[in-house]
Every structure is written in structure tokens, then in C-alpha cells.
T-cell receptor, first 112, second 111 residues
Framework: SQKIEQNSEALNIQEGKTATLTCNYT??????LQWYRQDPGRGPVFLLL?????KEKRKERLKVTFDTTLKQSLFHITASQPADSATYLC???????????FGAGTQVVVTP | EAQVTQNPRYLITVTGKKLTVTCSQN?????MSWYRQDPGLGLRQIYY???????DKGDVPEGYKVSRKEKRNFPLILESPSPNQTSLYFC??????????FGQGTRLTVV
């Protein structure tokens, strides 16, 4: 069955360092992969989208890579700040029928 | 402004009393979905809809119903709520290949 795995353990990181999160998937051929940020009790908010034919995408301090051979995406937050503390979700989608499937998310805690 | 509006935000109800959570979007998106989120389990899809009158089960559809009579609305119906349906619910909408927009969430407690 299709599976999306994100590290369930919280990532504790010091301010200014780079946080790296992993999203692995199996039995899936996604056309694109997305990353979202979620704060407690609130709906996820879109951050970045990367397509299957793209290797890397950047937006300000965020960087996403997508390796369809390894079936993995890495999400980096550079120069992390306490305001970056949140749960980050990856989501996979196909163009053919549009269903989005989410991973369980990884909590990031940035300490000053 | 792009909006996904869920109501109510909070609801406490008793076992067996039918309830409806409404969801409305103003972006003319084809796809709408309902998710529930429980600690440690992440977002799990309940039902989704690809367009008006087209719906399909997600990963955890038991105990829920949906309908899509208009493109902008996608209500979630619990015919006979049970305590294991206590959860945080999100409605989301998107167009194929683009970002999803989520509602503010509905925190449901069934006693």
C-alpha cells in the first residue's frame, strides 16, 4: 500500500543552524510533492511545491530537493529562527486525479 | 481573498446526535477534501470530491457522509457520532497540481 514516512521524533535545533527534514514514500509515483507548515490547532499552510522533473526548489530560507530514484524529499530551513518552530508536513499528489496524500509531519523546535 | 470557511469552529455533542460541519470555498476549485487529525496520526483523509456530484472515500470514511451538490460547498455529515470521532477536522480545496488551502479547523468532541 502507499506510504509516506516522516520522522516522528521532534527535531530540536539551535537558532541559526540548518534544519533538515526527510519525507520518504513507497508504492507511489507522484507527479509533485509539497511541503506545508502547521501551527498547533491551525490548518496547514503551503510552503513549496516541487515537480517530479525538478531536482531542487528554493524560496527565501527554504530549500526542497526531490529524488524520485530514492523516493525521497529533503526539506531544509537555513538560518533557522524560533518563529520557524512548527510541524512540517509533506504531501504527494498525482496530476491524473489530483488526490493529495499527507505524511504525519515532523515537529521542529528552534531554541534561541 | 482566497478563503475556505468551516463552521462551526468548536462543537461538543452527544453520542448519536446527527451533525453537519459545513465547508465553503470561494476559489472555484474542483477538488475538496475532508481530513481528520489526531495526535501522532497526522492528517488522514476522510472523503474527497473531484467535482460536483463526484465523491470518493479516503482512508478513514467509516461513520461519515459527504455530498457535493454545488462546487463551492462540501459538507461533512456524521449521522450517528461516536466518541472515537472526537478529533480536529479540516476541510481543504485545491486544483490539480497546485497548493491546497485549508479551513480553520473544527474541533469536535463527542461525549
Amino acid at each position: 500500500s502507499q506510504k509516506i514516512e516522516q520522522n516522528s521524533e521532534a527535531l530540536n535545533i539551535q537558532e541559526g543552524k540548518t534544519a533538515t527534514l526527510t519525507c520518504n514514500y513507497t508504492n507511489y509515483s507522484p507527479a509533485y510533492l509539497q511541503w506545508y507548515r502547521q501551527d498547533p490547532g491551525r490548518g496547514p499552510v503551503f510552503l513549496l511545491l516541487i515537480r517530479e522533473n525538478e531536482k531542487e526548489k528554493r524560496k527565501e530560507r527554504l530549500k526542497v530537493t526531490f529524488d524520485t530514484t530514492l523516493k525521497q524529499s529533503l526539506f531544509h530551513i537555513t538560518a533557522s529562527q524560533p518563529a520557524d518552530s512548527a510541524t512540517y508536513l509533506c504531501a504527494l499528489g498525482t496530476d491524473s486525479w489530483g488526490k493529495l496524500q499527507f505524511g504525519a509531519g515532523t515537529q521542529v523546535v528552534v531554541t534561541p | 481573498e482566497a478563503q475556505v470557511t468551516q463552521n462551526p469552529r468548536y462543537l461538543i455533542t452527544v453520542t448519536g446526535k446527527k451533525l453537519t460541519v459545513t465547508c465553503s470555498q470561494n476559489m472555484n476549485h474542483e477538488y475538496m477534501s475532508w481530513y481528520r487529525q489526531d495526535p501522532g496520526l497526522g492528517l488522514r483523509q476522510i472523503y474527497y470530491s473531484m467535482n460536483v456530484e463526484v465523491t470518493d472515500k479516503g482512508d478513514v470514511p467509516e461513520g461519515y457522509k459527504v455530498s457535493r451538490k454545488e462546487k463551492r460547498n462540501f459538507p461533512l455529515i456524521l449521522e450517528s457520532p461516536s466518541p472515537n470521532q472526537t478529533s480536529l477536522y479540516f476541510c481543504a480545496t485545491h486544483t490539480v497540481g497546485t497548493e491546497a488551502f485549508f479551513g480553520q479547523g473544527t474541533r469536535l468532541t463527542v461525549v
